[in-house]
Nanobody, 121 residues
Framework: QVQLVESGGGLVQAGGSLRLSCVVS????????MAWYRQAPGNQRELVAA???????HYPDSVKGRFTISRDNAKNTQYLQMNSLKPKDTAVYYC???????????????WGQGTQVTVSS
């Protein structure tokens, strides 16, 4: 089965940096668009970064200039570099990817289990 596994979360002071990774594993035919979302307790899940297979990225204003999404297509891996972190960035961060399994016919969205990011003041 297709599986997305995040890593790199943790506790950091305000102004610090973290780098998240997400590996897409399984018997895979292709990976299309990828993204990172986050969700704080009591809040809706929100998009923080997205990237196409060709490398075009976009960000909401809340993280623009601080976060950078990238991907390594040969490794089916995406990254989120987070700089100048603020306490309001505290949330569970989820990896998302559109994946076509080897035995599948269409791309389908898959989600990781989430990784906790906590930014102290």
């Amino acid at each position: 089965q297709v599986q997305l596994v995040e890593s790199g979360g943790g506790l950091v002071q305000a102004g610090g940096s973290l780098r998240l990774s997400c590996v897409v594993s399984g018997v895979i035919s292709s990976v299309n668009d990828m993204a990172w979302y986050r969700q704080a307790p009591g809040n809706q899940r929100e998009l923080v970064a997205a990237i196409t297979r060709g490398g075009f990225a976009h960000y909401p204003d809340s993280v623009k200039g601080r976060f950078t999404i990238s991907r390594d297509n040969a490794k089916n891996t995406q990254y989120l570099q987070m700089n100048s972190l603020k306490p309001k960035d505290t949330a569970v961060y989820y990896c998302n990817a559109d994946v076509k399994p080897y035995t599948g016919f269409e791309f389908q969205p898959y989600w990781g289990q989430g990784t906790q990011v906590t930014v102290s003041s």
